[in-house]
């Protein structure tokens, strides 16, 4: 079974950084394999962050993008997501996301607080 683990948020003011891990079990992440982050807003949908895809090519929200960086080590099976100069309409839990082929997994989210 699959389970992914995500970690590094937290309370920051605006303008700081925080690094976000995610941490796959019961499953090697493989280079052909699409990581990506999501973020749920209280009372808004989920939304996608981040992409990278198998070929290693990435995409962004317009929102994040300059701000925020994912990146993989598919040998700690980990993918991060490197937030910079945060803003407090970046408060969300975030979630990790792994697509190998037809199946989809999320980690159980982790809560990014930003304050004004």
């Known amino acids: 079974q699959v389970q992914l683990v995500e970690s590094g948020g937290g309370l920051v003011q605006a303008g700081g950084s925080l690094r976000l891990s995610c941490v796959a079990s019961?499953?090697?992440?493989?280079?052909?394999?699409?990581m990506a982050w999501y973020r749920q807003a209280p009372g808004k949908q989920r939304e996608l962050v981040a992409t990278?895809?198998?070929?290693?090519?990435?995409n962004y929200a317009d929102s994040v993008k300059g701000r925020f960086t994912i990146s993989r080590d598919n040998a700690k099976n980990t993918v991060y997501l490197q937030m910079k100069s945060l803003k407090p309409e970046d408060t969300a839990v975030y979630y990790c996301?792994?697509?190998?082929?037809?199946?989809?997994?999320w980690g159980q989210g982790t809560q990014v607080t930003v304050s004004s």
């Open positions: 019961g499953r090697n992440i493989f280079s052909t394999d699409t």
């Open positions: 996301r792994l697509v190998a082929g037809m199946y989809g997994y």
């Open positions: 990278m895809y198998s070929g290693g090519s990435t």
